[in-house]
């Protein structure tokens, strides 16, 4: 799945990121840089923003870019993400958090510090979570 993402940099403070629909439409490449950019949707995207703001929609485009966006998916479902060691011994996991991973990625990161320093996780139940019940 292909996600249409400008995520901001710290250099370019200047810079509004924007994230269009999903494109599950484009298969994942063998390498990030073969991901392909649907150029129809980054327009349909800045049109959108001109609806918005009449500033914003005249304002330049820095970048177009595309990334693929880690999904947790089960029998044609979503699910949540995985978070835990899995049944390979020594590999842990925390991904498939969607369009919420940069949000999430700090308390994500808090858990799994407590699952591999402390053996369990203490600031949130995450029994849904756990890669082994997935069978990965």
Known sequence: MVRFLSHPRASLLDTLSSAGEPDSTIPLPETAD?????????????????????????????AKQACYLPRHMRFGEERGPL???????????AAGHTCWGIQNGPATGYLMAELLLEGKAKSADIGKLDPKKFKV
């Not at 978070?83 to 996991?93: A, E, K, R």
């Open 34 to 62: 073969l991901v392909q950019c649907d150029e129809a949707q980054c327009d349909d995207l800045v049109a959108y923003i001109g609806t918005v703001s009449s500033v914003l929609g005249v304002a330049p485009i820095k």
């Open 83 to 93: 978070i835990g060691q899995t049944s390979v011994p020594g590999l842990w996991v």
